[in-house]
């Protein structure tokens, strides 16, 4: 974000602070706590909604594929009950088709 947009972030949230500060201080007490609980609830109730749209997006939103190629390790063919640490050789492609293998050590 650019940081003249911060800026103008930043004092609209100061004025409309100070405008809702002052605006209760006109109202009187009594009648300042009415409206302001009245406001709460309906921040909450739309901080609700929001949370909840939220999380329904990301559950139907397709798993991301890794730019980098990424890694991909798969184990079959048992019970694993606990940590499973993968050791011994990986094959290496480079990008002329060539292999070469490593050995690796836990």
């Not at 190629?69 to 050789?89: A, K, L, M």
Request: charged share 20%.
């Amino acid at each position: 974000m650019a940081t003249w947009r911060r800026i103008v972030l930043w004092v609209g949230c100061v004025l409309l602070l100070g405008g809702l500060g002052v605006f209760f201080v006109l109202l009187g007490l009594e009648r300042a706590d009415r409206a302001a609980s009245v406001t709460s609830a309906f921040v909450g109730i739309v901080g609700l909604g929001v949370a909840i749209a939220a999380y329904v997006a990301n559950r139907r939103a397709p798993a991301q594929p890794r730019r980098d190629g990424g890694t991909t390790n798969s184990i079959s063919g048992g019970e694993f009950h606990n940590d499973v640490i993968q050791t011994g050789s990986y094959v290496e492609r480079d990008r002329s088709g060539g292999r070469r293998t490593h050995d690796r050590e836990a």
